[in-house]
């Protein structure tokens, strides 16, 4: 057994090893030459579709609205990385760590952008008159070549039962047992029905309930932050200056902290931000092609915000708590150093509680956002007749993960979760005449 496990953590650190790593940043530049800095000089047209403009009309083709659409891909992408993936990040890079995810997000960006001007344009209405879409859709339909899109789609609906199922219960079932004492089994069996009532309904009953939760947790997440940075008002410039000065240098050993070279900074930034955002995983497209809209571009621009929020905000707001409360080279990493920096920040009670029901929402709205990514990847593979059954399959595994030990699940899920990014880079980069050409169609007409 020692020997699988040795062997799936080899394979794993071959497949989110640098070459991957290069590919997915190298999309985001090359996407960005070609849009000419579209997520620079859009970005405020985008936040005023995806938070202001929410007037729309019913009559369009798709299945949720387009605020709904991004609040899905938001569930699925905010989650343990916005609370351990940072805190992990910064644990082994130091604070310049944080800056290189902020290159990674604005350049992801692009990427998440052209996913969803593809999603949207290749999407397919199938025989329940929902809309289906994504990087199998885009692959099979714009490049003809469906043996990729099949591939795409194996390694997602893998990914959805492990990242994005047993993996989250399992954080939630062991976040409320070391706060509350609540056992491991009953939390399975709440989650359980929780994700029942919410996913039996399909995408507009998951639109529905993200629509409403996720604004809440990350409310909650942030204002939790604020305050913390607020009591510390004086220590965050010196924080900012900290993190540009070690993002191209050395940081010494303190406390803790082992030390970092500037490659290590680099290198975990940019890990820990493609892993944050999933810019370029092909996962938040799929949720991106049931929004509705007439023109892909639409969608894609609110889509891009999900990792402005998700990077530039929530990631930030973890990295900045980290680093004014002096918590950062304690020694610890993950999801245990940040209940400790808002442990220090707010009293070792509250910001345990805070750690941990963020932790808790977080998974739990990845689990519904994960669902639906599987969903219509089973879907893709085996027809319509298997979205039914693989919503209680999906049900059950919910429990199953709250109660087992998953250190091998995680890692093969892992692994998976990476594989997606392949098929789907080659989509993207094969079709990005086709993201420039809709994008000029689209800021050519004054009308749209």
Known sequence: ????????????????????????????????????????????????????????????????????????????????????????????????????????GLFGMATKYAEAVLAVKYRVQDRYGTMSGGPMYYISRGLGWKWLGVLFALFASVSAFGIGNMVQSNSV?????????????????????????????????IGRVTGFLVPFMIVFYMGSSFIILLLNFRAVPEAFYFIFRSAFSSTAATGGFLGATVMLTIRMG???????????LGSSPIAAAAARTRNPVTQALVSMTQTFIDTLVVCTLTGLVLITTHTWSSGQTGAELTSIAFSTGL??????????????????????????????????????RAVVPYRYIFTLFVGIGAVAELELVWSIADIFNGLMAFPNLVGLLALTPVVVQETQKYFQNPLR
């Open 347 to 384: 009293g070792s009670v509250i910001g345990q509680y805070i750690v941990s029901i963020g932790l808790a929402l977080f998974a739990y709205s990845t689990i519904l956002g994960w669902s639906y990514y599987g969903e219509k990847s089973i879907e893709f593979l085996l027809g319509e």
């Open 173 to 205: 079932a062991d976040a409320l047992e070391s706060t509350f004492g609540l056992p491991f089994w009953l939390t399975g069996m709440v989650l359980m029905l929780a994700t029942a009532l919410v996913i039996i309904g399909g995408i507009r009953s």
């Open 1 to 104: 057994m020692e020997s699988v496990a040795q062997l799936v953590t080899l394979i794993g650190n071959l497949v989110w090893g640098i070459p991957l790593i290069v590919l997915l940043v190298g999309t985001g530049i090359w996407l960005t030459f070609r849009l000419k800095g579209l997520q620079f000089t859009r970005l405020l047209y985008a936040l005023y579709l995806a938070l202001i403009r929410r007037k729309e009309d019913d009559d369009l083709p798709g299945d949720i609205t387009h605020f709904q659409a991004l609040m899905t891909a938001l569930s699925a992408t905010v989650g343990t990385g916005n609370i351990a993936g940072v805190a992990t990040a910064i644990a082994a890079g130091g604070p310049g760590a944080l800056f290189w995810m902020w290159i990674t």
């Open 270 to 280: 940019v890990a820990r931000g493609v892993f944050s955002n999933e810019s370029g």
